[in-house]
């Protein structure tokens, strides 16, 4: 918990501070922003389009980040604090993920796919090769077969016989090849989600930071009016 004050208000919000404590949802979102980072930040000219772009993506976590909380607490932490005040509360996202937990398992035409054991820990070494090897062929080319053929091998269907070790069907590369175009109209962000985007690569927090949320993005369409006093900073609660 933390808290947002003022000399007449003090206010707590939450924020996650790991990867696993963040909302499925939200997660899913946040995976989306960065895979998008990562996949344009090389076409990005040197300098301050790079800082610019870097800032926007930190804009956009923090605003995720949030949603945790209610629409009043948020607009009055975007609105009335300082992008920098969050440095210390958005860095574990800036490096590798510590993510252990997939998201949940879903229903698609007709059967429930279910999600692989968290760390990989029920993947043989077979499946667990392919799937590495599908990982990093769509990182190297962002070819959308290859996110494919890994959401298809992370979730299967159930198998009729029980197992304590593994609820989904064995791991056959015929099965993931035939089925990967299951998942083609998955939201984008549940897709992106279903893999740590940003594993190997870490963000450097820009040197200039000082303009509020509001308007350094201007994320937001409408204009919020709060008759308070203006908020200062975070501090631990």
Known sequence: MLQISSMKITMSIKLPTTWNEIPEKNYC???????????????????????????KLI?????????????FKRKIALVQLPLEEYEQYVSFLLTASQRTVFPKSFKRHGNIYIKPGDRLKNSSIGEFAFIDTMYFQYLKTYNENY???????????????KSLDDQRIPFSKNYVQEHADY?????????????????????????YIQMSF??????????????????THLSKH
């Open 29 to 55: 979102k946040i995976s989306k922003s960065l895979h998008f980072y990562r996949k344009f930040y090389d076409t990005m000219p040197d300098g301050k389009a790079k800082e610019r772009f870097t800032i």
């Open 183 to 207: 998942f083609k109209f998955l939201p984008r962000s549940k897709k992106i989600g279903f893999y740590s985007p940003m594993k190997d690569v870490e963000i450097t927090w820009p040197r």
């Open 214 to 231: 509001l308007s350094q993005h201007k994320m937001m369409k409408k204009k919020v009016k709060i008759k308070r006093n203006k908020i």
């Open 59 to 71: 804009a956009t976590l923090v605003h995720h980040l949030l949603k945790c909380n209610n629409y």
């Open 147 to 161: 996110l494919l053929m890994l959401i298809a091998s992370l979730y299967r269907p159930k198998q009729k016989e």
